[in-house]
């Protein structure tokens, strides 16, 4: 009756389990291998992350560096600041002197003044600086003089030992009727060239006669250089802009042995055998030796050189 009127047989009950079942197995299998493939993938994506990163170079930390001015040319108190004087070097922000004057401040410190001496490759500060040129020329510190010596254009080296260059003075003289030559000052500031303290606007100073130098030297210098006027004469070398005075090893003078070198050391001659008018041997009577007597200017003498008169 049940299965007249539609009831589910038991064969049609468990056809529909068995469907059921597979389903079920399909779906996990589906998840399960979704699951894999995520996986798979990423790892994957783990392994090429971490092979970029390793091939990646390891950047160093930037330092903190500062561009600075430096000075490239030795530069005289009162020279008017030019740009070419200087350049920009790095240093490292916790070694800045301080006050330095930073590259971003270059422009406004060209036109101004050098308030004192700046020496090459030096960094430059604030104190460096001044609005107005300097009255220097003749603000003589303490222990030093002005002395003035006479040159014309080849003693003055044609007009370029100008006003705020550095020069050495030479002395050439005779001694032992041999001329020599020496430096006398080193490195010492001209202070004016014909009465012109200013030279700025020309690379030189116009020399067409004798023209009178004054330079900045110590007391003792002054006193040198005034001796050595007297005595001989003096003359002027140019000193670049980079010398360091304290790097001249050169001796203080030159003489001409030095141009041409010494001569040759001649072999001492043989002393020659001096001719007598006549020689006479006898015995001394006291010793028994025997003696030699040589006549000279008609007087026989005793030989003392003869080996059996001692």
């Known amino acids: 009756m049940a299965t007249r009127f539609g009831a589910a047989s038991p064969a049609h009950s468990y056809a ?6 597979v389903g079920g197995l399909v779906i996990v299998i589906l998840v399960l291998a979704v699951a894999i493939v ?34 490239a040319m030795r530069i005289e108190e009162g020279t008017k600041l030019e740009p070419h004087m200087f ?21 406004g410190l060209y036109g101004k003044y050098a308030s004192r001496l700046i020496n090459a490759n030096m960094p430059l500060v604030a104190e ?3 609005a107005d040129r300097p009255i220097t020329s003749f603000n003589i510190p303490p222990g030093f003089r002005a002395a003035t010596i006479t040159v014309d254009a080849r003693s003055g080296v044609e007009g370029f030992a100008k006003p705020n260059s550095r020069v050495d003075v030479l002395w050439t003289y005779t001694q032992d009727s041999k001329k020599k030559v020496a430096t006398i000052a080193r490195f010492v500031k001209v202070l004016s060239v014909g009465g012109q303290r200013d030279a700025a606007g020309g690379d030189r100073v116009a020399l067409t006669g004798a023209a009178n130098v004054t330079l900045l030297v110590t007391e003792k210098d002054a006193k040198k250089i005034e001796l050595a006027r007297s005595l001989g004469e003096l003359s002027l070398s140019l000193v670049g802009d980079n010398e360091n005075p304290m790097n ?14 010494k001569p040759a050391e001649q072999p001492a001659a043989e002393p020659a055998e001096v001719q007598h008018d006549g020689v006479m041997y006898t015995s001394d009577p006291q010793t028994g030796r025997q003696i030699r007597y040589v006549l000279v200017n008609g007087r026989w003498t005793l030989d003392r050189s003869f080996g059996g008169g001692e």
């Open 248 to 261: 001249s090893s050169d001796p203080d003078s030159v003489t001409i042995l030095d141009l041409i070198g």
């Open 16 to 21: 529909t389990k068995v469907r059921w079942l």
């Open 128 to 130: 460096d600086i001044a």
């Open 38 to 71: 995520y996986i798979a993938q990423t790892e994957n994506t783990d392994n090429s992350s971490a092979a970029v990163l390793a091939a990646a170079p390891v950047q160093e930390p930037r330092q903190n560096t500062v561009d600075v001015l430096y000075a």
């Open 87 to 107: 350049k920009f070097l790095p240093m490292e922000a916790d070694q800045l002197p301080m006050a330095a004057v930073r590259a971003q401040d270059a422009p």
